[in-house]
Protein backbone atom coordinates (compact mmCIF):
# COMPACT_ATOMS: atom_id res chain seq x y z
CA UNK A 1 0.00 0.00 0.00
CA UNK A 2 1.14 4.05 -0.59
CA UNK A 3 -0.33 6.93 1.14
CA UNK A 4 0.11 10.65 -0.41
CA UNK A 5 -0.78 13.55 1.00
CA UNK A 6 0.81 15.33 -1.37
CA UNK A 7 -1.46 17.23 -3.83
CA UNK A 8 0.92 16.15 -7.24
CA UNK A 9 1.22 12.80 -6.40
CA UNK A 10 -2.41 12.67 -5.44
CA UNK A 11 -3.53 13.80 -9.04
CA UNK A 12 -0.95 11.56 -10.88
CA UNK A 13 -2.72 8.57 -8.81
CA UNK A 14 -6.31 9.32 -8.99
CA UNK A 15 -5.95 10.17 -12.64
CA UNK A 16 -3.90 7.59 -13.85
CA UNK A 17 -4.98 4.73 -16.02
CA UNK A 18 -2.54 2.11 -14.14
CA UNK A 19 -4.78 2.84 -11.15
CA UNK A 20 -8.39 2.60 -12.52
CA UNK A 21 -9.43 0.17 -10.09
CA UNK A 22 -10.91 -0.03 -6.60
CA UNK A 23 -10.18 -2.27 -3.95
CA UNK A 24 -13.04 -4.16 -2.73
CA UNK A 25 -13.38 -4.19 0.69
CA UNK A 26 -15.18 -8.18 1.76
CA UNK A 27 -18.26 -6.45 2.81
CA UNK A 28 -18.57 -4.81 -0.19
CA UNK A 29 -18.31 -7.83 -2.47
CA UNK A 30 -20.53 -9.56 -0.19
CA UNK A 31 -22.89 -6.40 -0.22
CA UNK A 32 -22.66 -7.01 -4.09
CA UNK A 33 -21.59 -3.69 -4.78
CA UNK A 34 -18.75 -5.27 -6.90
CA UNK A 35 -21.59 -5.11 -9.96
CA UNK A 36 -22.41 -1.49 -8.96
CA UNK A 37 -20.24 1.61 -10.07
CA UNK A 38 -18.53 2.29 -7.24
CA UNK A 39 -16.60 -1.28 -7.18
CA UNK A 40 -16.70 -2.59 -10.10
CA UNK A 41 -13.82 -3.54 -12.11
CA UNK A 42 -13.25 -0.88 -14.79
CA UNK A 43 -13.98 -2.43 -18.61
CA UNK A 44 -16.87 -2.23 -20.35
CA UNK A 45 -19.63 -3.23 -17.63
CA UNK A 46 -17.96 -0.18 -15.36
CA UNK A 47 -18.22 2.65 -18.29
CA UNK A 48 -21.91 1.53 -19.42
CA UNK A 49 -23.12 1.88 -15.71
CA UNK A 50 -21.23 4.92 -15.21
CA UNK A 51 -22.69 6.30 -18.81
CA UNK A 52 -26.34 5.25 -17.75
CA UNK A 53 -25.89 7.10 -14.90
CA UNK A 54 -24.68 10.41 -15.96
CA UNK A 55 -27.23 10.42 -18.34
CA UNK A 56 -30.17 9.48 -17.06
CA UNK A 57 -29.67 10.67 -13.08
CA UNK A 58 -26.63 12.84 -12.69
CA UNK A 59 -26.72 15.01 -15.72
CA UNK A 60 -27.38 18.64 -15.53
CA UNK A 61 -30.68 18.36 -17.36
CA UNK A 62 -32.05 15.87 -14.95
CA UNK A 63 -30.47 17.83 -11.98
CA UNK A 64 -33.11 20.63 -13.32
CA UNK A 65 -35.91 18.32 -13.83
CA UNK A 66 -35.99 16.89 -10.28
CA UNK A 67 -35.63 20.78 -8.40
CA UNK A 68 -39.14 20.21 -7.88
CA UNK A 69 -38.61 16.70 -5.65
CA UNK A 70 -36.02 18.37 -3.38
CA UNK A 71 -38.35 21.59 -2.69
CA UNK A 72 -40.91 19.17 -1.82
CA UNK A 73 -38.68 17.41 0.18
CA UNK A 74 -37.25 20.43 1.96
CA UNK A 75 -41.05 22.21 2.72
CA UNK A 76 -41.41 18.33 4.41
CA UNK A 77 -38.23 18.88 6.63
CA UNK A 78 -38.78 22.20 7.55
CA UNK A 79 -42.59 21.22 8.79
CA UNK A 80 -41.12 17.88 10.60
CA UNK A 81 -38.39 20.61 12.47
CA UNK A 82 -40.95 22.43 13.01
CA UNK A 83 -42.96 20.04 15.30
CA UNK A 84 -40.14 18.89 16.94
CA UNK A 85 -39.70 22.57 17.82
CA UNK A 86 -42.59 22.75 18.90
CA UNK A 87 -42.63 19.37 21.23
CA UNK A 88 -38.97 19.64 22.64
CA UNK A 89 -36.48 22.63 23.42
CA UNK A 90 -33.55 19.83 22.35
CA UNK A 91 -33.83 18.41 17.95
CA UNK A 92 -31.86 16.05 16.85
CA UNK A 93 -31.09 16.68 13.21
CA UNK A 94 -29.15 13.88 11.95
CA UNK A 95 -32.81 11.51 11.78
CA UNK A 96 -34.54 14.76 10.18
CA UNK A 97 -31.80 14.76 7.42
CA UNK A 98 -31.32 11.00 7.03
CA UNK A 99 -35.13 10.68 6.43
CA UNK A 100 -35.05 13.65 4.17
CA UNK A 101 -32.26 12.30 1.93
CA UNK A 102 -33.81 8.42 2.15
CA UNK A 103 -36.96 9.90 1.09
CA UNK A 104 -35.53 12.00 -1.98
CA UNK A 105 -33.16 9.43 -3.22
CA UNK A 106 -36.05 6.59 -2.99
CA UNK A 107 -38.33 9.47 -4.73
CA UNK A 108 -35.68 9.77 -8.07
CA UNK A 109 -35.01 6.15 -8.16
CA UNK A 110 -37.87 4.22 -6.99
CA UNK A 111 -40.55 6.52 -7.74
CA UNK A 112 -41.93 6.02 -4.15
CA UNK A 113 -43.08 8.82 -2.41
CA UNK A 114 -42.82 8.97 0.87
CA UNK A 115 -42.92 12.25 3.72
CA UNK A 116 -40.11 12.98 5.43
CA UNK A 117 -41.81 12.27 8.53
CA UNK A 118 -42.95 8.66 7.27
CA UNK A 119 -43.01 5.65 9.19
CA UNK A 120 -45.17 3.67 6.48
CA UNK A 121 -43.59 -0.49 6.46
CA UNK A 122 -40.98 0.45 3.02
CA UNK A 123 -39.60 3.70 4.40
CA UNK A 124 -39.11 2.04 7.74
CA UNK A 125 -37.33 -1.00 6.29
CA UNK A 126 -35.18 0.17 4.01
CA UNK A 127 -33.81 2.63 6.18
CA UNK A 128 -32.87 -0.28 8.52
CA UNK A 129 -31.61 -2.04 5.33
CA UNK A 130 -29.43 0.86 4.59
CA UNK A 131 -28.25 1.78 8.51
CA UNK A 132 -26.81 -2.27 8.47
CA UNK A 133 -24.94 -1.71 5.36
CA UNK A 134 -23.42 1.29 6.04
CA UNK A 135 -22.40 -0.12 9.34
CA UNK A 136 -21.10 -3.14 7.38
CA UNK A 137 -19.16 -0.97 5.09
CA UNK A 138 -17.32 1.07 7.29
CA UNK A 139 -16.40 -1.19 10.04
CA UNK A 140 -12.85 -1.98 10.05
CA UNK A 141 -12.66 -5.60 8.60
CA UNK A 142 -9.53 -7.37 9.60
CA UNK A 143 -9.89 -9.96 7.53
CA UNK A 144 -9.23 -7.04 4.48
CA UNK A 145 -5.90 -7.13 5.69
CA UNK A 146 -5.10 -10.10 7.48
CA UNK A 147 -5.90 -12.83 4.91
CA UNK A 148 -5.20 -15.70 7.35
CA UNK A 149 -8.42 -14.46 8.99
CA UNK A 150 -10.97 -15.12 6.06
CA UNK A 151 -11.66 -18.38 7.43
CA UNK A 152 -12.88 -17.20 10.50
CA UNK A 153 -14.79 -14.30 10.51
CA UNK A 154 -13.98 -13.29 13.72
CA UNK A 155 -16.21 -10.15 13.53
CA UNK A 156 -18.94 -11.63 11.65
CA UNK A 157 -19.28 -9.24 8.77
CA UNK A 158 -19.43 -11.98 6.60
CA UNK A 159 -22.22 -13.51 8.18
CA UNK A 160 -24.07 -10.27 9.04
CA UNK A 161 -23.72 -9.36 5.14
CA UNK A 162 -25.16 -13.46 4.02
CA UNK A 163 -28.01 -12.14 6.25
CA UNK A 164 -28.40 -9.14 4.84
CA UNK A 165 -28.51 -9.28 0.96
CA UNK A 166 -31.56 -11.78 0.73
CA UNK A 167 -33.79 -9.07 2.63
CA UNK A 168 -32.05 -6.19 0.15
CA UNK A 169 -32.88 -8.64 -2.97
CA UNK A 170 -36.13 -9.07 -1.70
CA UNK A 171 -37.01 -5.63 -1.09
CA UNK A 172 -35.40 -4.64 -4.73
CA UNK A 173 -37.12 -7.11 -6.47
CA UNK A 174 -40.33 -6.48 -5.08
CA UNK A 175 -40.32 -2.82 -6.44
CA UNK A 176 -38.74 -4.27 -9.79
CA UNK A 177 -41.63 -6.48 -9.98
CA UNK A 178 -43.85 -3.46 -9.49
CA UNK A 179 -42.51 -1.41 -12.34
CA UNK A 180 -42.60 -4.42 -14.40
CA UNK A 181 -46.19 -4.57 -13.80
CA UNK A 182 -47.03 -0.99 -14.61
CA UNK A 183 -47.59 1.24 -18.05
CA UNK A 184 -44.46 1.78 -19.25
CA UNK A 185 -43.84 5.66 -18.56
CA UNK A 186 -42.11 8.14 -21.27
CA UNK A 187 -40.26 10.01 -18.23
CA UNK A 188 -40.19 7.79 -14.85
CA UNK A 189 -37.56 6.82 -12.23
CA UNK A 190 -34.34 5.45 -12.58
CA UNK A 191 -35.69 2.29 -12.55
CA UNK A 192 -37.93 2.52 -15.24
CA UNK A 193 -34.69 3.89 -17.05
CA UNK A 194 -32.85 0.59 -16.20
CA UNK A 195 -35.57 -1.94 -17.18
CA UNK A 196 -36.23 0.15 -20.72
CA UNK A 197 -32.50 -0.79 -21.60
CA UNK A 198 -31.89 -2.62 -24.80
CA UNK A 199 -29.22 -4.76 -26.53
CA UNK A 200 -25.85 -4.27 -24.82
CA UNK A 201 -26.68 -2.01 -22.22
CA UNK A 202 -29.40 -4.14 -20.52
CA UNK A 203 -28.81 -5.44 -17.46
CA UNK A 204 -29.58 -8.93 -15.91
CA UNK A 205 -31.52 -8.70 -12.81
CA UNK A 206 -28.88 -9.23 -10.36
CA UNK A 207 -27.15 -6.20 -11.52
CA UNK A 208 -30.17 -4.16 -11.74
CA UNK A 209 -30.62 -4.69 -7.76
CA UNK A 210 -26.92 -4.33 -7.32
CA UNK A 211 -26.84 -0.37 -9.19
CA UNK A 212 -30.46 0.44 -7.30
CA UNK A 213 -29.21 -0.37 -3.82
CA UNK A 214 -26.01 0.98 -4.45
CA UNK A 215 -27.77 4.48 -5.72
CA UNK A 216 -29.94 4.24 -2.67
CA UNK A 217 -27.23 3.44 -0.09
CA UNK A 218 -24.34 6.39 -1.13
CA UNK A 219 -27.51 9.15 -2.04
CA UNK A 220 -28.82 8.66 1.58
CA UNK A 221 -25.66 9.09 3.62
CA UNK A 222 -23.21 11.86 1.84
CA UNK A 223 -25.99 14.59 1.99
CA UNK A 224 -27.23 14.27 5.45
CA UNK A 225 -23.63 13.60 6.99
CA UNK A 226 -22.26 17.06 5.22
CA UNK A 227 -25.36 18.87 6.26
CA UNK A 228 -24.83 17.92 9.53
CA UNK A 229 -21.45 19.07 9.71
CA UNK A 230 -22.48 22.67 8.16
CA UNK A 231 -25.27 23.20 11.10
CA UNK A 232 -22.75 22.13 13.38
CA UNK A 233 -19.90 25.08 12.47
CA UNK A 234 -23.01 27.36 11.85
CA UNK A 235 -24.08 27.01 15.55
CA UNK A 236 -20.36 27.31 16.40
CA UNK A 237 -20.16 30.45 14.66
CA UNK A 238 -23.35 32.75 14.75
CA UNK A 239 -21.56 35.28 12.89
CA UNK A 240 -21.47 32.91 9.94
CA UNK A 241 -24.70 31.84 10.60
CA UNK A 242 -26.23 35.75 10.34
CA UNK A 243 -24.22 36.31 7.26
CA UNK A 244 -25.73 33.40 5.15
CA UNK A 245 -29.11 35.02 6.60
CA UNK A 246 -28.37 38.51 5.48
CA UNK A 247 -27.44 36.59 2.30
CA UNK A 248 -30.59 35.40 1.82
CA UNK A 249 -32.74 38.23 3.18
CA UNK A 250 -30.99 40.60 0.12
CA UNK A 251 -31.39 37.49 -2.40
CA UNK A 252 -34.77 36.01 -1.37
CA UNK A 253 -36.02 38.56 1.48
CA UNK A 254 -38.40 36.84 3.66
CA UNK A 255 -42.27 36.74 1.90
CA UNK A 256 -41.51 33.68 -0.49
CA UNK A 257 -39.58 30.32 -0.19
CA UNK A 258 -36.11 29.93 -1.25
CA UNK A 259 -35.60 28.19 -4.55
CA UNK A 260 -32.90 26.69 -6.85
CA UNK A 261 -32.26 29.50 -8.91
CA UNK A 262 -31.91 31.95 -5.99
CA UNK A 263 -29.03 30.01 -4.19
CA UNK A 264 -27.00 30.32 -7.78
CA UNK A 265 -27.00 33.95 -6.72
CA UNK A 266 -25.39 33.53 -3.21
CA UNK A 267 -21.54 33.97 -2.88
CA UNK A 268 -21.25 33.14 0.92
CA UNK A 269 -23.08 30.03 1.13
CA UNK A 270 -20.91 28.40 -1.44
CA UNK A 271 -18.11 29.73 0.58
CA UNK A 272 -19.34 28.31 3.88
CA UNK A 273 -19.80 25.06 2.15
CA UNK A 274 -16.46 24.79 0.89
CA UNK A 275 -14.77 25.36 3.82
CA UNK A 276 -16.62 22.26 5.74
CA UNK A 277 -16.15 20.04 2.95
CA UNK A 278 -12.13 21.31 3.86
CA UNK A 279 -12.76 20.70 7.66
CA UNK A 280 -14.86 17.59 7.58
CA UNK A 281 -14.72 16.17 3.93
CA UNK A 282 -17.55 13.28 4.37
CA UNK A 283 -17.09 11.75 0.90
CA UNK A 284 -16.55 7.78 1.35
CA UNK A 285 -13.05 6.73 1.74
CA UNK A 286 -13.21 4.57 -1.30
CA UNK A 287 -13.49 8.09 -3.35
CA UNK A 288 -9.36 8.36 -2.25
CA UNK A 289 -8.87 4.77 -2.75
CA UNK A 290 -7.21 2.90 -5.99
CA UNK A 291 -5.79 -0.12 -7.20
CA UNK A 292 -3.41 -0.99 -9.84
CA UNK A 293 -4.07 -2.79 -12.26
CA UNK A 294 -0.97 -2.81 -14.28
CA UNK A 295 2.56 -1.63 -13.37
CA UNK A 296 3.82 2.06 -12.98
CA UNK A 297 5.95 4.74 -11.37
CA UNK A 298 4.66 7.34 -8.68
CA UNK A 299 6.38 9.88 -7.79
CA UNK A 300 10.04 8.52 -8.98
CA UNK A 301 8.92 4.98 -7.48
CA UNK A 302 8.23 1.64 -9.16
CA UNK A 303 5.08 0.81 -8.25
CA UNK A 304 3.75 -2.94 -8.79
CA UNK A 305 0.19 -4.32 -10.17
CA UNK A 306 -2.07 -4.94 -7.39
CA UNK A 307 -0.72 -2.11 -4.55
CA UNK A 308 -3.25 -0.09 -3.51
CA UNK A 309 -2.99 3.56 -3.07
CA UNK A 310 -4.47 6.37 -0.83
CA UNK A 311 -4.82 9.71 -0.79
CA UNK A 312 -5.33 11.46 2.58
CA UNK A 313 -7.31 14.34 2.03
CA UNK A 314 -7.98 14.86 5.66
CA UNK A 315 -4.64 16.13 5.90
CA UNK A 316 -3.91 17.74 2.53
CA UNK A 317 -6.73 20.47 3.61
CA UNK A 318 -4.77 20.48 6.62
CA UNK A 319 -1.42 21.26 5.38
CA UNK A 320 0.09 24.54 6.54
CA UNK A 321 2.11 24.48 3.44
CA UNK A 322 -1.05 24.81 1.44
CA UNK A 323 -3.68 26.40 3.76
CA UNK A 324 -3.16 29.86 5.79
CA UNK A 325 -4.41 29.35 9.34
CA UNK A 326 -5.80 25.44 8.25
CA UNK A 327 -7.60 24.63 11.63
CA UNK A 328 -9.41 27.76 11.71
CA UNK A 329 -13.12 27.41 10.18
CA UNK A 330 -12.75 30.90 7.72
CA UNK A 331 -15.22 30.85 4.93
CA UNK A 332 -13.89 33.84 3.86
CA UNK A 333 -10.85 32.47 2.37
CA UNK A 334 -12.58 31.68 -0.96
CA UNK A 335 -13.79 35.25 -1.12
CA UNK A 336 -10.61 37.16 -0.65
CA UNK A 337 -8.74 37.79 -4.11
CA UNK A 338 -5.29 38.06 -2.01
CA UNK A 339 -5.68 34.30 -1.27
CA UNK A 340 -6.20 32.94 -5.06
CA UNK A 341 -8.99 30.58 -3.77
CA UNK A 342 -12.00 32.39 -5.45
CA UNK A 343 -11.91 30.08 -8.25
CA UNK A 344 -11.31 27.03 -6.43
CA UNK A 345 -13.61 23.81 -7.75
CA UNK A 346 -14.54 20.63 -5.44
CA UNK A 347 -15.34 19.04 -8.22
CA UNK A 348 -11.95 17.15 -8.52
CA UNK A 349 -9.22 19.50 -10.65
CA UNK A 350 -7.91 20.61 -7.80
CA UNK A 351 -6.66 18.54 -5.52
CA UNK A 352 -5.84 20.41 -2.94
CA UNK A 353 -9.35 20.37 -2.30
CA UNK A 354 -11.19 17.38 -3.74
CA UNK A 355 -13.81 15.69 -1.45
CA UNK A 356 -15.35 13.75 -3.88
CA UNK A 357 -12.45 12.16 -6.10
CA UNK A 358 -10.74 12.95 -8.68
CA UNK A 359 -10.54 11.40 -12.23
CA UNK A 360 -12.56 8.67 -13.82
CA UNK A 361 -12.92 7.21 -10.40
CA UNK A 362 -14.36 10.17 -8.68
CA UNK A 363 -18.28 10.44 -7.21
CA UNK A 364 -20.52 10.51 -10.12
CA UNK A 365 -23.10 11.84 -7.81
CA UNK A 366 -21.70 15.02 -6.91
CA UNK A 367 -22.99 17.43 -8.77
CA UNK A 368 -26.38 16.64 -7.38
CA UNK A 369 -25.10 16.22 -4.52
CA UNK A 370 -23.83 19.56 -4.00
CA UNK A 371 -26.96 21.31 -5.40
CA UNK A 372 -28.97 19.30 -2.62
CA UNK A 373 -26.80 20.50 0.19
CA UNK A 374 -26.89 23.54 -0.89
CA UNK A 375 -30.71 24.39 -1.43
CA UNK A 376 -31.71 22.28 1.70
CA UNK A 377 -29.68 24.71 4.12
CA UNK A 378 -30.72 27.54 2.63
CA UNK A 379 -33.67 26.58 2.79
CA UNK A 380 -33.64 25.62 6.63
CA UNK A 381 -31.24 28.55 7.22
CA UNK A 382 -33.89 30.88 5.64
CA UNK A 383 -36.90 29.34 8.00
CA UNK A 384 -34.52 28.91 11.77
CA UNK A 385 -32.04 30.04 13.76
CA UNK A 386 -30.19 27.39 14.71
CA UNK A 387 -28.54 27.77 18.17
CA UNK A 388 -27.29 25.32 21.21
CA UNK A 389 -29.42 23.63 23.46
CA UNK A 390 -29.17 23.03 27.14
CA UNK A 391 -27.35 19.85 28.41
CA UNK A 392 -25.53 19.44 24.81
CA UNK A 393 -22.48 20.94 23.60
CA UNK A 394 -21.60 20.94 20.10
CA UNK A 395 -18.79 18.07 19.61
CA UNK A 396 -16.58 18.13 16.61
CA UNK A 397 -14.81 14.99 17.38
CA UNK A 398 -15.10 12.76 14.45
CA UNK A 399 -15.93 9.27 13.71
CA UNK A 400 -14.50 7.08 10.86
CA UNK A 401 -17.25 4.56 9.10
CA UNK A 402 -17.91 4.94 5.90
CA UNK A 403 -17.96 8.59 6.58
CA UNK A 404 -16.15 10.65 8.51
CA UNK A 405 -19.32 11.97 10.58
CA UNK A 406 -19.58 13.66 13.82
CA UNK A 407 -18.72 11.07 16.96
CA UNK A 408 -21.77 12.67 18.50
CA UNK A 409 -25.39 13.64 16.99
CA UNK A 410 -26.08 16.98 16.96
CA UNK A 411 -28.54 18.95 18.88
CA UNK A 412 -29.98 22.37 18.58
CA UNK A 413 -32.42 24.34 20.28
CA UNK A 414 -34.47 26.41 17.11
CA UNK A 415 -35.92 29.86 16.62
CA UNK A 416 -38.25 30.31 14.05
CA UNK A 417 -36.93 33.33 12.12
CA UNK A 418 -39.02 36.60 12.74
CA UNK A 419 -41.41 37.45 9.64
CA UNK A 420 -41.00 40.95 8.18
CA UNK A 421 -42.65 44.11 9.16
CA UNK A 422 -44.72 46.18 7.14
CA UNK A 423 -41.80 48.39 6.36
CA UNK A 424 -39.82 45.61 5.47
CA UNK A 425 -41.82 43.73 2.46
Same mark, same amino acid.
Given at each position: ?166 ? /? ?103 ? /? ?152
Amino acid at each position: MIVTCNPEVAKDILNSSAFADRPVKESAYSLMFNRAIGFAPYGVYWRTLRRIAATHLFCPKQIKVSEGQRAVVAVQMVEMLRDQQNRTRSVCVRDVLKRASLSNMMWSVFGKKYRVDSNDHDSVELRKLVDEGYELLGVLNWTDHLPWLADFDPQGVRSRCYKLVPK /VNRFVKRIIDEHRARPSQVSGDFTDVLLSLEGPDKLSEPDMIAVLWEMIFRGTDTVAVLIEWILARLVLHVDVQVKIQEELHRVVGRSRAVTEADVTSLVYLPAV /VKEVLRLHPPGPLLSWARLAITDTVIDGHQVPAGTTAMVNMWAITRDPEIWNDPLVFRPERFLNESEGLMDMSVMGSDLRLAPFGSGRRSCPGKGLGLATVSFWVASLLHEFEFGRCDGYDVDLSEVLKLSCEMATPLHVSLRSRPDPSPLEV
